[in-house]
């Protein structure tokens, strides 16, 4: 059962739905039993970065999602669900992020890439081979962000965009944490793909461990 993090933030009804209509078991909780009964766990959400750690801390999520990463289960943050997987954001200075992938997030600049926020259908150029990427090559998702991830270490970047005159990491992963920057539940065929193949990763992760 995939488990999508229900933390009082937008948008986290329609991943569940895409899961459900691509008839893989998933489930909408904030229980962090839940999480600990999980075979893979989703952190969706549209939304600031400093509302989402807040929430994360008042629902006692916030250790909890680091525990099942320790655990080496597999994790996909989508969006801002992305954006919280690293230590630090511009949108909120105050507030560190779940630090699971060292950088950081950084506002766009509008006289490199004009108008903020990016919104609407982009390429997602893959950099590196990888198994969410399956039946893949280079097509395009939608994005709605102001901000973009800056990891520390390149090679934790598996997909790149271009934006005006900025090239940034829209697809990340560092050993059972992916993260995607545009929105596969909203991005049709290619998006579902993803999506379909993230639950791919976790059947093989459970089989591996049973
Ligand atoms: N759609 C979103 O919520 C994106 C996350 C973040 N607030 C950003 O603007 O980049």
């Not at 986290?12 to 229980?31: G, I, R």
């Not at 655990?71 to 989508?78: A, D, M, N, S």
């Not at 990491?169 to 993260?179: I, L, M, Q, S, Y």
Request: hydrophobic fraction near 40%.
């Amino acid at each position: 059962m995939i488990v999508v993090i229900d933390y009082d933030i937008g948008n986290l009804a329609s991943v569940v739905k895409a899961f459900e209509y691509l008839n893989v078991p998933v489930k909408l909780s904030s229980d962090y039993r839940a999480l600990a009964e999980a075979s893979g766990i989703v952190l969706p959400g549209v939304g600031a970065f400093g509302e989402g750690m807040e929430n994360l801390k008042r629902l006692k999520l916030e250790k909890r999602i680091i525990e099942e990463v320790r655990t080496g289960k597999p994790f996909f943050g989508i969006c801002l669900g992305m954006q919280l997987l690293f230590s630090s954001s511009e949108e909120c200075q105050e507030t560190a992020g779940l630090g699971l992938i060292e950088g950081e997030v950084k506002l766009f600049d509008r006289n490199k890439v004009g108008k903020v926020p990016h919104i609407g259908w982009n390429q997602v150029e893959i950099m590196k081979k990888d198994q969410v990427f399956n039946g893949l090559n280079g097509e395009n998702f939608y994005f709605v962000h102001s901000y973009y991830v800056k990891p520390v270490r390149d090679d934790v970047i598996l997909g790149k965009t271009n934006y005006g005159n900025q090239t940034f990491a829209a697809v990340v992963r560092r050993d059972n944490v992916w993260g995607m920057q545009c929105h596969p539940e909203k991005s049709s065929q290619v998006g579902l793909s993803v999506l379909r193949n993230f639950s791919g990763v976790v059947l093989n992760a459970n089989n591996t461990s049973n």
